[in-house]
């Protein structure tokens, strides 16, 4: 039925709907708001929806998304000038392309400036309209993260839809392929003619060949320690900064992939990028500390702030993308690998706080050595590129982390990395629009 639902949403049963089918839950919560924000009631036109989610997904160079919102934003009867790229649309939505730029990359530099600028002067929007964009934005963007790190491939009605990324550079690895139909992401790009031109595949993620994982039964029984210590264990708030930091400094210190190739401007998604070069940088080093503080939680929390802003806003939005949070935060068959009756939520907690913690957010009643105890240095250089550099994931990378998982399994990490980096993404402007109106 849910995939029926799909179907019906989308004139098409889509890969996106049919990776995430694993998790029949998750996919009715994400078909349902998906649904919402793109065709339900909401204070932005149906056309300008569609285009700020090829705005989005532009930053991220994802065409399959892209290619899928054109054609979206032509059955809504929009302008097909517009698809000319960035200088060809609306002033208004060219205004919107900075909050776009900073919220992908590096989301703690959004200020109340932004959202003031949007809504002064000639075009201005309304608050509703630019929470609606927000939402959108950091939908798209998070979505391309889940579309490279399970390396969807393009639909096959589109022009690009058989052709795929040269992975020769792989050959010479002894990991066997993964068992499913997963597969990296195209590498032929139509240029404005409507013909195709080859476009180098952007560099891989930082390599991590020779990394020995200590499996799963390893993995239980640290997460068995852990509750078991924790029951008599109190650390001071001190200790749990000094942790976090550490946590924090260490991400930085993973290889970052070099800068993506250039020569994809050409292309038709070259028309919806401007300044390329604006990438995430690592939020350890920002700079003088005391300008961009650490984003503590408890200071604006989702919960207690972020929801009930959203909701009040625009429309009931925020009980759909709560539900949705909640689905993949909480989602588990108690399975590990080959094991049952497994508790999960050590493992999955250090996931999604460890994401947050790459774009400077921090929860002060969680113990960050958990993270370093329960994630191995190849998850996490995985989670860093899927999150921060999503475009340079390869199904190299995808083979070679949590070997013994299954693939549902390793399909819910990519869904709490989708997850995990909306909300993050969302608590900082939503922040800004706080602190704008007030």
């Not at 932004?114 to 608050?127: P, V, Y």
């Not at 020769?168 to 139509?190: C, E, G, H, W």
């Not at 990519?414 to 993050?424: K, S, V």
Request: proline residues 4%; hydrophobic residues 35%.
């Amino acid at each position: 039925m849910l995939l029926m639902d799909a179907f019906l949403q989308n004139n098409r049963l889509d890969h996106v709907s049919r990776v995430m089918s694993s998790h029949p839950t998750y996919l009715d919560h994400f078909l349902r708001t998906q649904h919402f924000i793109l065709r339900g009631d909401g204070p932005l036109p149906y056309d300008y929806r569609h285009l700020i989610a090829i705005m989005a997904a532009g930053r991220h160079q994802c065409s399959y998304l892209i290619n899928l919102q054109k054609g979206e934003f032509l059955l809504q009867g929009g302008d097909l000038s517009w698809l000319q790229g960035l200088r060809s649309i609306p002033g208004k939505l060219q205004d919107l392309y900075e909050i776009n730029k900073i919220l992908a990359h590096r989301p703690w530099l959004l200020t109340k400036a932004h959202i003031e600028k949007l809504t002064k002067g000639d075009d201005n929007w309304t608050i509703a309209e630019v929470v609606h964009a927000i939402v959108l934005l950091a939908h798209f963007h998070s979505l391309s993260s889940f579309v490279f790190s399970c390396g969807i491939n393009e639909e096959l009605d589109n022009v690009t839809g058989h052709h795929y990324k040269d992975n020769s550079q792989d050959n010479s690895s002894n990991v066997p392929p993964a068992k499913d139909k997963l597969s990296s992401s195209p590498k032929k790009i139509p240029n404005s003619d409507g013909k195709t031109e080859n476009i180098p595949s952007p560099p891989s993620s930082p390599s991590i060949v020779g990394e020995q994982e200590v499996g799963v039964e390893t993995l239980m029984e640290r997460m068995k320690r852990l509750s078991e210590k924790s029951e008599s264990y109190q650390i001071t708030q001190e200790e749990l900064s000094k942790r976090f930091e550490t946590v924090e400094t260490q991400s930085a210190e993973l290889a970052a992939a070099p800068q993506r190739s250039s020569s994809v401007l050409d292309s038709d998604i070259g028309l919806f990028i401007e300044d390329p070069t604006f990438i995430y940088q690592d939020f350890a080093k920002r700079g003088q500390l005391n300008d961009i503080p650490t984003f503590r939680v408890q200071d604006c929390s989702w919960d207690d702030h972020g929801y009930s802003l959203v909701n009040r806003l625009y429309n009931d939005v925020g009980n759909l993308l709560d539900d949705k949070f909640k689905t993949a935060y909480n989602l588990t068959y108690y399975t590990m690998g080959t094991h049952n009756k497994v508790d999960t939520s050590r493992f999955r907690r250090a996931i999604w706080n460890y994401i947050q913690c790459m774009f400077g957010i921090r929860h002060d009643d969680y113990d960050y050595n958990e993270v370093n105890q329960l994630l191995e240095r190849s998850l996490k250089t995985f989670i860093k590129s899927a999150v921060c550099y999503p475009e340079r994931v390869t199904k190299r990378d995808y083979d070679r982390v949590m070997r013994e998982f299954k693939h549902s399994e390793k399909v819910h990490v990519c869904l709490m990395i989708l997850e995990a980096r909306m909300q993050a993404e969302l608590l900082y402007a939503l922040r800004a629009v706080m602190r704008y109106m007030t």
